[in-house]
């Protein structure tokens, strides 16, 4: 039955991955993957009960990852709730007004290097939809802004490999101790930083990134909204979603009650402007209204396609994949250092480009303990580190292979093959040019910055 699982998988994926010619919406695609998958493991699964901790049931997995996913879910639906409310009241145009140049070069390093720190920030994929959100007030057509909105993808989600709440295998890292703040940002920075900048040099050599755009016709529907208006809620918007990760520092909460929590301050806020405000030329927006237009089958897709991941990691495909990578690798020595445990987390980067990184990353903490009698690999070991960066970045191969790939894809209605044909090759070579640097500094650099070490 594991081999009919994995299977349906991979043809499902296939079909999310030809959606245009097939002419099926990859949601609907993703919800029946998802609902086959497991419909496969319940018939089956007495022949997976070794696989669950003693005393679970299979039901009880299935209502543990359903919690899992739902958290991604409500952490999306809060996140595109209050873009799209702050950019309802035009408050992005604090941002756009002040970017002046029309150069397609200059306005995509801008661009990129916001989103690389922004990421940091808040995190890769929230980070993903307030530029997505600022693309459509700056790029005039479709087809330049699907190459700008693939530039975010790969800038998102490099700069949520560098830092401890950038990214939720970074995350998962950091809480369980193996790494350290310091640490991390220092090793991982500057390799996340040219698997940024990688790309961009390769794509601005090209004839279509000469010139400038033209002016983009704002389309306000007729609202007018007072500038204090703007101000507030773009304020309070980006101020609420910085608070996600200090919320979640502060209160040991999961992130998406923090994303709730915005949604809630900001509906009773635009509430209150909208009934002592609202006039005929200037009616105020509420977030009742922008719930009606959120892209609800960008959502359900993640529902959908993280269940049917779900359940690769319960019946045990995963693990497989992961044992059977530290066997064939981990033995591998140059002299006397081993290296395999470089090639395992590259493979794990662009393994996660398909499935999603973060049970691979589990599978990993759970395969290579850092405390007890057999510790392999310690806190602060590059093994975790590389990990990191690889886990982060290498979901950019493909445009559902993380979660801002995904998010960016729902809002922009970007095609699979499209992004496959055309930034899917820059996200490698940047991927493969960080992971160079990550690996030349570590056998050189850090080996002869004695403080560094001591400082992380």
């Not at 090639?343 to 303990?369: E, K, Q």
Request: glycine share 8%; aromatic share 10%.
């Amino acid at each position: 039955m594991l081999v009919a699982i994995v299977a349906t998988f991979i043809v499902g994926y296939a079909c999310i991955a030809l959606e245009h010619p097939l002419k099926i919406n990859k949601t609907a695609t993703a919800l029946l993957l998802g609902v086959l998958v497991w419909t496969l493991y319940a018939f089956a699964h007495e022949s997976f009960a070794g696989l669950l901790p003693e005393g679970e049931t299979w039901t009880n997995a299935l209502t543990h990852h359903l919690g899992s996913t739902a958290e991604i879910v409500f952490f999306l639906l809060g996140a595109m709730t209050i873009v799209t409310l702050v950019d309802q009241y035009q408050g992005f145009s604090i941002i756009t007004d002040r970017i002046k140049t029309r150069n397609k070069r200059k306005l995509l390093w801008s661009l990129s290097i916001i989103t690389f720190f922004l990421s940091a920030v808040l995190d890769n994929m929230t980070t993903a939809i307030v530029m997505v959100a600022l693309l459509r007030k700056l790029i005039p057509t479709q087809k330049d802004r699907w190459v700008y909105a693939g530039m975010v993808i790969l800038a998102a989600n490099a700069g949520g490999a560098w830092s401890p709440i950038g990214d939720v295998t970074t995350i998962m890292l950091w809480i369980a101790g193996q790494v350290t703040t310091v640490n991390i940002m220092v090793k991982t920075f500057i390799a996340s930083f040219v698997c940024m900048v990688v790309p961009i040099v390769i794509i601005c050599a090209t004839p279509a990134m000469k010139g400038d755009f033209g002016e983009v016709a704002h389309v306000d529907g007729g609202i007018r909204i007072d500038k204090r208006f703007q101000n507030l809620i773009f304020f309070v918007g980006i101020g609420l979603l910085i608070f996600v990760p200090i919320f979640k520092t502060i209160t040991h909460l999961p992130p998406y009650l923090g994303m709730l929590f915005g949604v809630a301050v900001l509906w009773v806020l635009t509430e209150i402007l909208s009934r002592k405000h609202s006039k005929e030329e200037m009616k105020m927006p509420t977030a009742m209204e922008t719930l009606t237009v959120i892209d609800t089958p960008s959502i359900l897709f993640f529902l959908g396609i993280l269940m049917a991941v779900a359940c690769l990691e319960t019946c045990g495909a995963l693990g497989i994949l992961s044992k059977s990578l530290n066997d064939t690798f981990m033995g591998i020595h140059a002299g006397d250092e081993p290296i395999g445990f470089f090639i395992i987390d590259l493979l794990i980067g662009v393994i996660s480009s398909v499935v999603d990184n973060v049970p691979l990353v589990a599978a990993s903490m759970g395969m290579y303990p850092i405390t007890g009698d057999e510790v392999m690999f310690a806190t602060n070991h590059p093994f975790w580190e590389f990990l990191a960066y690889c886990a982060g970045t290498g979901g950019s191969l493909l445009i559902i292979g993380s979660a801002a790939g995904v998010a960016v894809m729902g809002m922009e209605k970007i095609d699979f093959i499209w992004y496959l044909k055309n930034i899917s090759w820059l996200a490698l070579a940047g991927y493969i040019a960080g992971a160079i640097v990550f690996i030349l500094m570590d056998v050189t650099l850090f080996e002869n910055i004695a403080w560094l070490r001591d400082l992380a």
